[in-house]
């Protein structure tokens, strides 16, 4: 069993895989259910809008599309995110499925290396980024 400070409040609880205190999840849930509420009533909004409406602080409100949890309309021209790599203009998370594919295939064990990795010796993302 691992305790934990809460990243957001401090307070110390049973770490379960999540960062938050159960305090904290349960509030960033009752948040997420405000946007979700009023996003159809509202498809166009900014995140100030949508800010404003439900209660949510703006940057929760980011966290929320960065992390995937939200993602925007295809009609939605009131928040602008943007792909953390290239720049290309994305509608959930923080990367494009471009970056994605090529940060995925950059973080690909190569056959030479698996076994080195199975030894248990330690295996630096730096030194595979180098090689290519």
Not at 7 to 17: E, I
Not at 42 to 62: C, M, N, Q, Y
Not at 74 to 102: M, W
Request: include cysteine; glycine fraction near 6%; hydrophobic fraction near 30%.
């Amino acid at each position: 069993m691992k305790i934990r400070n809460c990243k957001r409040c401090g307070k110390v609880f049973v770490y379960n895989g999540v960062d938050l205190c159960p305090d904290c999840l349960k509030e960033d849930e009752d948040d997420f259910k405000k946007i979700e509420e009023v996003l159809p009533r509202h498809p166009r909004a900014t995140v100030f809008e949508i800010s404003e409406l439900t209660g949510v602080d703006s940057k929760k409100i980011w966290d929320f599309l960065k992390q995937g949890k939200l993602e925007l309309a295809d009609n939605n021209s009131g928040i602008q995110l943007k792909c953390e790599r290239c720049g290309r203009p994305i509608s959930s998370g923080r990367f494009c499925s471009r970056c994605l594919k090529v940060i995925n295939d950059r973080l690909k064990i190569e056959p030479e290396n698996e076994q080195r990795v199975k030894k248990n010796e330690k295996f630096h993302i730096q030194d595979r980024i180098k090689r290519h």
